[in-house]
T-cell receptor, first 114, second 116 residues
């Protein structure tokens, strides 16, 4: 299957700082990228959907000013957690797909805010 | 709103047994359904993708069935091995208003332990 690379795999940051997570499609053009979040013992929840060159569409309850998503190219999307707080500590995972084909997932990023 | 339920939440069986994991969803108008495996602290590994027009998919010892009308899918694992121990997630994809596919809605998963 296609490869989606997510970086970093884990990050620890201080409360109040911002953290950027990158998601790259390595061998296909990702017209659509999705960002998910998973709290311990919970299911993955879709945070937002982004189409290349367009503003992201956020799910209900997800603050767009806190979770900034950029999808400026067909191979890269970034999620920036601004002014992170301990309650933002979670497992963040991206997925990418080309047109309406199968979506492939990155390895995930474990964010810990201290 | 689509809801996905997985039963059981946890399962522990001896090595070699055949087992069935269940997934149900509330909105039958799905684009497709996908089963994943997640190891502790790791990302997702896609196991099987079933298009809405299909009734089952097979890969090695895994077989997934889909009954859209009743909103159910099962994942059958034959001759289980300790390496199969993981959390298995079911996810459905709904069509969006543009005729394409939306993001995935996941169940909470079944935590599977295969005892050696």
């Amino acid at each position: 299957g296609a490869v989606v690379s997510q970086h970093p795999s884990w990050v620890i940051c201080k409360s109040g700082t911002s953290v950027k997570i990158e998601c790259r499609s390595l061998d296909f053009q990702a017209t659509t990228m999705f960002w998910y979040r998973q709290f311990p013992k919970q299911s993955l929840m879709l945070m937002a959907t982004s189409n290349e060159g367009s503003k992201a569409t956020y799910e209900q309850g997800v603050e767009k000013d806190k979770f900034l998503i950029n999808h400026a190219s067909l191979t890269l999307s970034t999620l920036t957690v601004t002014s992170a707080h301990p309650e933002d500590s979670s497992f963040y995972i991206c997925s990418a797909r080309e047109m309406n084909t199968e979506a492939f997932f990155g390895q995930g990023t474990r964010l810990t805010v201290v | 709103k689509q809801e996905v339920t997985q039963i059981p939440a946890a399962l522990s069986v001896p090595e070699g047994e055949n087992l069935v994991l269940n997934c149900s969803f509330t909105d039958s108008a799905i684009y497709n359904l996908q089963w994943f495996r997640q190891d502790p602290g790791k990302g997702l590994t896609s196991l099987l993708l079933i298009q809405s027009s299909q009734r089952e998919q097979t890969s090695g010892r895994l077989n997934a069935s889909l009954d859209k009308s009743s909103g159910r899918s099962t994942l059958y694992i034959a001759a289980s091995q300790p390496g199969d121990s993981a959390t298995y997630l079911c996810a459905v994809i709904l069509p969006n208003s543009g005729g394409g596919a939306d993001g995935l809605t996941f169940g909470k998963g079944t935590h599977l332990i295969i005892q050696p």
